[in-house]
């Protein structure tokens, strides 16, 4: 069974700028969740989409935002970018809703994530 | 969550177990204990989670003590391949909405 598979691998952008990263989860799977990374703050929530709905969503400005599709596949933007948003970018899938009181019982499954540099 | 302590770091011998201890006192019962890795500009890496009883998989056993305040991640045969930080996390009902707080983790160095 194919894993999680994020794209792009690697992105370099400019302040200001917007950019799109994409996630396909795991075959079946109907939960998608984006996660950052930093060495500083960890591994931060960004928010969880299923069926096509967001679910649940962390402490991020607006300027992210994320769409889930009929497939499962699921896109998330950052607008304006700034220097701050370098990071790593993780999603990760699961078989279950992740939030309200369920879905603790089933693991979540990472991509190898999106490395995003902003210049 | 119920709070994790790992040692920070382990080295084991290429082939040899290596047996990775997490310690998690405040462990409410309908807990799970996770083991996830990550090795360096990798996404972390799903192990093992178990509640109570013991858990095998393919990759890896996990051994959980009878008052489930702390638990053992075992990998059976080591390999080079298998050097990168451990996390043990505890995720329950009360768990904040997809959060992860993976903490430090244990830097297992597998060695030739």
């Known amino acids: 069974k194919a894993g999680v598979t994020q794209t792009p691998r690697y992105l370099i952008k400019t302040r200001g700028q917007q950019v799109t990263l994409s996630c396909s989860p795991i075959?079946?799977?109907?939960?998608v969740s984006w996660y950052q990374q930093t060495p500083g703050q960890g591994l931060q929530f960004l928010f969880e989409?299923?069926?096509?709905?967001?679910?649940n969503k962390g402490n991020f400005p607006g300027r992210f935002s994320g769409r889930q599709f009929s497939n499962s596949r699921s896109e998330m933007n950052v607008s304006t970018l700034e220097l701050g948003d370098s990071a790593l970018y993780l999603c990760?899938?699961?078989?279950?809703?992740?939030?309200?009181?369920?879905?603790?019982?089933?693991?979540?499954?990472f991509g190898n994530g999106t490395r995003l540099t902003v210049t | 969550d119920a709070k994790t302590t790992q040692p920070p770091s382990m080295d084991c011998a290429e082939g040899r177990a290596a047996n990775l201890p997490c310690n998690h006192s405040?462990?409410?019962?309908?807990?799970?204990v996770y083991w996830y890795r990550q090795i360096h500009s990798q996404g972390p890496q799903y192990i093992i989670h178990?509640?109570?009883n013991n858990e095998t998989n393919e990759m890896a056993s996990l051994i959980i003590t009878e008052d489930r305040k702390s638990s053992t991640l075992i990998l059976p045969h080591a390999t080079l391949r298998d050097t990168a930080v451990y996390y043990c996390?505890?995720?329950?009902?009360?768990?904040?909405?997809?959060?992860?707080?993976f903490g430090q983790g244990t830097t297992l160095q597998v060695k030739p």
């Open positions: 990760a899938s699961s078989s279950t809703l992740q939030g309200q009181g369920i879905g603790y019982n089933s693991p979540l499954h």
């Open positions: 989409y299923f069926s096509e709905t967001q679910r």
């Open positions: 178990g509640l109570k």
């Open positions: 075959s079946g799977h109907r939960s």
């Open positions: 405040t462990i409410s019962g309908n807990e799970y």
């Open positions: 996390i505890v995720r329950g009902p009360s768990s904040n909405t997809g959060k992860l707080i």
